[in-house]
Structure formats: C-alpha cells, structure tokens
C-alpha cells in the first residue's frame, strides 16, 4: 500500500500555497471527499461533512467508492495486459491510496508511462511525495482541471511523459458527473479523443440515477452541490453518448460492478444499486 503523507508534512501543503496554489479547506472538495469514502485521512472537516450529508441519502456511497476504485483497477490491468497499452492519461486522480494506476499497469507492464492531472493542489502535493515510477517506466504529475484541454494537452511536462502519437488509454472514473452539461462534457471528451491516435481508448465510470427514484437523485444531487460546484447524474443513455463513433469493449457500458467482476472480490456480491454508476471502455479507431 502507498504511505500517506502524515499531518506534519502540511507544512509542505502550505509552502504550496503560499506559492499561490490556494487549497481552500472551506469548501468541500471532490478528491478529498471521496478520499474520506475511501477511508482515507487526507481530508478536512469540510469534507467529512459533505461526505457525511451525501451518506445519509445515499447510504451506500463508501461501498460504491470502493467498487469504483476496483474497477478502475480492473480497467488498467485489462488494458495493459489484454489491449496492450503502454500510456495511460488519468484525469481527476484524486489523493493517492492503495493501487493507484501506475501500480497497476506497472506491474503488468513495468515500461508503462502515466500522466496524472487533478485540479486540486492537495493532489499535487501527495503525488509529487508519494507516486514513483518503475525505472523503466515514468510517472508525471500535472495540477489543471478538465474543463481546459488545451491546457492540459500542450502541458510540455504531459508531452515528456505521453508520446500522443502512440496510442493512450484516457482515464475518467468517477470525474465527469461533476461536469455540468452548460461546460459540453460530451465535447470536451471528443476534443481529448481527437488529440489521441487510433488504437487509444476511453475509460468512463459516472454516477447514475437510474437506480433510484427522482426524490432521491434531487437529495443527492442537493447534498453534491451544497456550497457550490456543480454534480450530474446521467442515464444510461446520456452516459452512453461519451462513447458515440467508439467501439466499446464487452460487455459494454455496464454496472460498475458488472464489468469484468473478479467473482472472488467483495465488490462482485454488490447489486448495480448499492453502486449506482455506469462503467465502459472503448476502443478510438
């Protein structure tokens, strides 16, 4: 498991931040929430108390945190083992736990290259102190946020790590729900896909209310968006359209849970319910 950054070592969080990368621990933040789901340490009240009003209208939320870290595991070790990648762009990151993505691929495939970017300077500490490549492989850390590909695909310390001519696995678990539709989620997908050459693929796992009834999504979504920022569940259908003109991996877009489940994981004995998200990969031809 990868050591986490003690409470004494804040002070070089705060040397950050008087380099004017602000963490504003005032306002909840979706990394350090769902490190808190997570049953990480990396977080403040702030987000503690989000997590917590989020819990109590969805009370299976921690499980479903986890079953989405599972598959995002599941997701890398297919594509390096089985689809042959070599280049991974994970966007939304989070804070560092156990079986981060290029532990993943790097122990399928110790030349692996990853490019982490999250748009929380937090992130950007822990990764900076913690993540290290194999030394056949690399590793990089980038603060932007989604919502600016540009930014984030002309970054020249991305383009040290990724080769964008070679085909590159895009990783968005769990990060396009907070993309409001007012921001074209749909679009900037396809503007990072168009960057990528044929041969790269579209990770997506995304919060869903399909499984509960709209009073429920409406108390969700309230207890998401309190304090600001913006939270989206999407349907099936919605979620689908990130994939329009790919091809998609069987056994398609699917349950968290239901895709690739290791029979023996606890995580496979969950119903699409207690999850609540959709999960696909596809292949860029």
């Known amino acids: 498991?990868?050591?986490?950054?003690?409470?004494?070592?804040?002070?070089?969080?705060?040397?950050?931040?008087?380099?004017?990368?602000?963490?504003?621990?005032?306002?909840?933040?979706?990394?350090?929430?769902?490190?808190?789901?997570?049953?990480?340490?990396?977080?403040?009240?702030?987000?503690?108390?989000?997590?917590?009003?989020?819990?109590?209208?969805?009370?299976?939320?921690?499980?479903?945190?986890?079953?989405?870290?599972?598959?995002?595991?599941?997701?890398?070790?297919?594509?390096?083992?089985?689809?042959?990648?070599?280049?991974?762009?994970?966007?939304?990151?989070g804070l560092p736990t156990a079986n981060n993505t290029h532990e993943v691929a790097q122990a399928v495939a110790p030349d692996a290259r990853i490019a982490y970017v999250d748009n929380d300077p937090m992130v950007m500490v822990h990764a900076r102190a913690l993540l290290t490549s194999t030394p056949q492989g690399r590793t990089g850390y980038f603060q932007a946020d989604l919502r600016d590909p540009d930014a984030i695909l002309s970054n020249p310390g991305l383009r040290e790590v990724l080769d964008l001519d070679q085909p590159?696995?895009?990783?968005?678990?769990?990060?396009?729900?907070?993309?409001?539709?007012?921001?074209?989620?749909?679009?900037?997908?396809?503007?990072?896909?168009?960057?990528?050459?044929a041969g790269s693929y579209l990770v997506v796992s995304h919060a869903t209310g399909d499984h509960m009834d709209p009073d429920q999504a409406d108390k969700i979504t309230d207890a998401?968006?309190?304090?600001?920022?913006?939270?989206?569940?999407?349907?099936?259908?919605?979620?689908?359209?990130?994939?329009?003109?790919?091809?998609?991996?069987?056994?398609?877009?699917v349950s968290v849970v239901e895709w690739h489940p290791a029979a023996d994981a606890p995580e496979g004995q969950l119903t699409v319910k207690e999850v609540s998200m959709w999960a696909g990969i596809a292949r860029h031809s």
């Open 224 to 253: 998401l968006t309190r304090g600001g920022g913006s939270f989206q569940l999407r349907s099936h259908d919605d979620v689908a359209r990130f994939f329009t003109g790919l091809e998609l991996v069987p056994p398609g877009l």
């Open 168 to 197: 590159v696995a895009l990783l968005l678990v769990a990060i396009l729900h907070f993309i409001a539709d007012s921001d074209d989620p749909i679009g900037l997908v396809r503007h990072y896909l168009d960057a990528l050459p």
């Open 1 to 93: 498991m990868t050591p986490r950054v003690s409470r004494e070592d804040y002070a070089d969080i705060d040397k950050t931040t008087a380099r004017g990368e602000e963490i504003d621990t005032s306002v909840a933040h979706p990394a350090r929430r769902y490190d808190y789901w997570l049953g990480g340490k990396d977080n403040f009240a702030v987000d503690r108390a989000s997590g917590e009003a989020v819990a109590r209208e969805f009370p299976t939320i921690s499980t479903a945190a986890r079953a989405n870290r599972a598959f995002l595991g599941r997701a890398v070790t297919y594509l390096a083992s089985q689809a042959g990648v070599r280049q991974f762009l994970d966007i939304g990151t």
